[in-house]
């Protein structure tokens, strides 16, 4: 122990430094950390156990059976409820009077009733408004004007689609807004 | 009489016959945590690797795969408004997105992907990338790619998280952790496709996870079942039944960047070279 | 994080840039150290006697700059409450990972060689001391073992020794690994490449020695104090002959992206040539690099025939444009690889910011606490030579010797 007692206690201050590291990694590290990979097992649980938002068409049939029936037998059977209402999860528990505590609040925030309400014109657009990109198989207008005076209507700039289209079956209506035939099936 | 040793033997020796004794207690102290913090206990293994047995027996061998089909996209902006919707991605962020691919006659390409497409083409808004020059001139063709996480085999994202808070499922879907993740960002600065962000409400690293909370109960992801054109498919590519699998068997795919050797498991069909 | 203005096709993440400031300070004070330490393992490993005049304070600078290196890393983390994971749960594979160990084993290898060349000085001032408040801190410093004896002395030689030469290679680790945590992304094209680590290492070489050399000057300029002459053209050469080789090789990644001509250089190209122009040609090659090779190089060819105030002149003004260069090389690679992107069809103009958490006057004000550790250091124990050059003032005044009064002589025999 001769002239060396320094690095003695330089060693043995190291020696607590370690010690202390894995004691307290140890406390930090969760416990399923590195079971099946470098990673912590319930991690895949966290993000699976997630509420899924967009409920899918056939639970809208619960309460809107007829508006379903009518949608789901018409040409316009593709582009899903959701598509144009936006996620339903929060619709079901607002109107089924469940909690929403959980969730954040801009998901309720989009109508009383906590679902997005449809323009009735800029729905229609995403997916009717031609671009040159667009493979043409798909019935695209290339302006609202010009298709509302081509087929003898009044354009004004609050002119909407839903004027004269049915938006869940498609049925043409002119003169009477397609809003009034929402669940009538077309024929 | 032995020789008497030098001064420096004699401190040597007992320098090193110092150290040893202090190291030598101290790390005795240290392998008892050792043995506990790092290492792990045979029992934790065993059950692993059971589960794993009985899952496979039980037929849960799913890997899980994507295809978009560009052919078929009309540019909607669908799917980035289901996803923005069922993953609550904050704006300015998109864990997927649509690009628009114009070709004009003198061969130049303009592509764009105005807020990721979410307004849809027809109306993109004023963040449309387009040179001045090309703002009259017809252009001669053009088609849509819809892009998200490529869920690759040989993830460099994963390779380069410092904290284990990026890994890959069983079933091949990569996540994050956002209870480990340390908001370094190095994986976004690692994928090469662009598909990861740092979220700015979390301050963690996030991304498409093909919406793991939706396919482990059966659903498809959110962009799957918006999009009305059936670009986008998803499946269990292990069943040769499934739709997926019978759409890889009657197509010829891609993928993106092959060449950096990620091996994605988003394949794509209808991709032109001048898809990057 | 905000949006910039990006031109042409950005990817929809990519419209942020996600490492600023912080992240190309990180690597500038690693770098600044790695340099300082080879000053003063030239000196205890080599045995450049014309450095001993710095090697003490190039060591204590290292130790000074490396104390804060951590700073800008979890100043820039989304979490950095979280930060230990990287120690608690490494992943091998992870460049980044190997920061925790690499930077702990550095300091350690750093604070125990400081400790050893120091420790007959810690002893002496605990016994010298003026001011009874430092007692104990001295008796701190010196792991209340007060044994200086020629053998002691002997046995901290031995182990100095050791540790300044693992210590080189421990400094090129924690240089080296951040080189590579750049060079090793296949996903950016400006920062893929092998040479990353050795570029990162020589720049790194080169800003610490600068940095030595303009405090040396300086601070011994302001206190009235000899520069010494053989000092300063060790440090002018060292730090010569290490651009050369850095400047070689950075142009030559250059020249090589340039000549392979990938899909990746049309863009790379319009980057270097517009956005990176100034940072990159007039400031890292033209100011940075050329013109203080060339009076830098006048120094180490005409030697003495130097005039000593040209000389240190040449050093000051010469470290200034190295710590420029070595500065704007970290910028041109830490965003000059975020301004462009992936879809190798757009750029993202950067502003950089001057306050906030991540902006130009949170690193300066990082950039300056090493000094301030380096202030007090120079208040408890000598930065320039041995206890001989502490100030007297600070320790306990010797007892005078009664000299006999002169005009009592026929008393006294």
């Known amino acids: 122990m001769r002239h060396a007692a320094h690095f003695a206690r330089l060693v043995a201050l190291v020696a607590v430094a370690v010690a202390g590291f894995l004691f307290v990694r140890s406390k930090v590290v969760p416990k399923d950390f590195g079971v099946k990979g470098h990673y912590r097992l319930s991690a895949i649980a966290d993000e699976a156990k997630r509420e899924p ?135 | 009489m032995t020789t008497p040793q030098t001064s420096d033997d004699v401190t040597r020796r007992d320098f090193l016959e110092t150290v040893a004794k202090t190291g030598g207690q101290s790390f005795l102290f240290g392998s008892m945590f050792v043995n506990t913090a790092l290492l792990r206990l045979p029992q934790d293994a065993a059950p692993a690797s059971a589960k794993a047995k009985a899952d496979a027996e039980a037929g849960k061998g799913i890997i899980y ?59 993109p808004g004023p963040t449309r990338n387009m040179p001045a020059e090309l703002a009259t001139v017809q252009p001669v063709r053009g088609f849509f790619v819809p892009k998200l996480c490529n869920h690759c085999i040989d993830t460099p994202c994963i390779q380069v998280c410092p904290v284990g808070a990026s890994f890959k499922t069983d079933e091949g879907v990569v996540l994050v952790d956002h209870e480990r993740c340390v908001g370094c960002a190095y994986c976004v600065q690692a994928c090469p496709f662009g598909s990861r962000y740092l ?78 | 994080m905000h949006h910039f203005i990006t031109e042409g096709y950005v990817l929809p993440n990519q419209q942020h840039i996600y490492w600023t400031v912080m992240i190309v300070l990180y690597p500038y004070i690693t770098g600044i150290v790695a340099g300082a330490f080879i000053i003063s393992s030239l000196h205890h490993v080599f045995d450049k006697d014309e450095l001993k005049p710095v090697s003490r304070f190039a060591m204590v600078m ?78 701190l410093l010196a792991l209340g073992v007060l044994d200086i004896s020629k053998e002691a002395e002997a046995v901290d030689h031995k182990v100095m020794l050791f540790l300044a030469s693992i210590g080189i290679p421990a400094a090129c680790g924690l240089h080296g690994y951040v080189g590579f945590i750049f060079g090793a992304i296949k996903a950016n094209p400006w920062w893929a490449s092998p040479l990353m680590p050795v570029i990162f290492l020589l720049s790194a070489i080169v800003s610490g020695v600068a940095m030595v050399m303009i405090c040396y000057i300086i601070i011994q300029w302001l206190n009235g104090r000899e520069i010494s002459g053989p000092a300063v053209q060790a440090l002018i050469e060292t730090a010569w002959y290490f651009l050369i080789i850095d400047v070689v090789l950075e142009l030559l990644e250059l020249i090589n992206h340039a000549y392979m001509a990938n899909e990746d250089w049309a863009i790379l190209k319009t980057l270097v040539t517009t956005k990176l122009f100034v940072s990159m040609f007039v400031i890292q090659i033209l100011l940075g690099s ?20 040209v000389r240190n002149i040449i050093g000051v003004a010469g470290g200034v444009l190295l710590l420029a260069q070595v500065a704007a090389m970290r910028w041109n690679v830490v965003m000059g690889g975020q301004m462009f992107s992936k879809s190798l069809r757009g750029f993202l103009n950067f502003e950089v910011d001057i306050g906030g958490r991540e902006g130009l006057l949170a690193g300066i004000f990082i950039f300056c606490l090493p000094f301030v550790v380096i202030f007090v250091f120079s208040r408890l124990l000598p930065l320039w030579g041995d206890v001989s050059t502490f100030p007297k003032e600070w320790m306990k005044e010797k007892p005078v010797e009664r000299q006999p009064l002169k005009g009592w002589s026929k008393f006294s025999s």
């Open chain 2, 199 to 276: 979220n700015p409400d979390t301050m963690t690293a996030d991304k498409c996870t093909w919406c793991y909370h939706r396919i482990t109960k059966g659903k498809l992801p959110a962009c799957v079942v918006s999009c009305p054109a059936e670009a986008r498919i998803f499946g269990n590519v292990s069943d040769p039944t499934s739709k997926i699998s019978q759409i890889l068997a009657t197509n010829r795919v891609q993928v993106l960047k092959s060449y950096l050797g990620t091996r994605p498991r988003t394949r794509y069909i209808g991709l032109d070279s001048e898809v990057i």
């Open chain 1, 53 to 187: 938002r967009h409920i899918g068409s056939a639970d809208c049939a619960d309460c809107h059976s007829e508006i379903y029936e009518a949608w789901s037998t018409g040409k316009h059977h593709i582009p899903q409820c959701e598509n144009c209402h936006g996620p339903g999860l929060m619709h079901t528990k607002v109107v089924g009077e469940e909690s929403t505590a959980a969730y954040p609040d801009k998901m309720l925030k989009v109508s009383k009733l906590a679902i997005r309400r449809p323009t009735g014109f800029t729905e229609c657009k995403w997916c009717h408004l031609k671009t040159f990109e667009r493979p043409s198989t798909l019935k695209s207008i290339a302006s609202v004007e010009q298709h509302i005076t081509q087929h003898n209507g009044k354009y004004t700039p609050d002119s909407k689609c839903v004027d004269c289209h049915n938006p869940h079956t498609t049925l043409v209506t002119p003169g009477k807004s397609g809003l009034a035939f929402l669940s009538q099936a077309a024929k």
């Open chain 3, 62 to 139: 290292a130790f000074a700059f490396l104390l804060f290196a951590t700073l800008p890393l979890l100043n820039h983390l989304g979490h950095p409450e979280r930060a230990l994971n990287i120690m608690f749960t490494p992943n091998v594979t992870s460049a980044m990972a190997g920061f925790g160990f690499i930077y702990s084993t550095y300091l350690f290898i750093l604070a125990v060689e400081i400790w050893l060349v120091y420790r007959t000085d810690i002893v002496h001032l605990y016994n010298e001391t003026k001011y009874p408040a430092l007692r104990p801190v001295y008796w």
């Open chain 3, 290 to 309: 050329v013109i203080p090779f060339l009076a830098m190089g006048a120094v180490v060819v005409f030697k003495e025939r130097i005039p000593a105030m």
């Open chain 2, 65 to 123: 795969g994507f295809v978009v089909d560009t052919t078929k996209c009309i540019g909607c902006g669908s799917c980035v408004r289901a996803c923005r919707a069922e993953n609550g991605v904050p704006d300015g962020y998109n864990r997927t997105w649509v690009e628009q691919y114009t070709f004009y006659p003198n061969g130049e390409v303009v592509v764009n992907s105005p807020v990721g497409g979410e307004n849809g083409f027809a109306e």
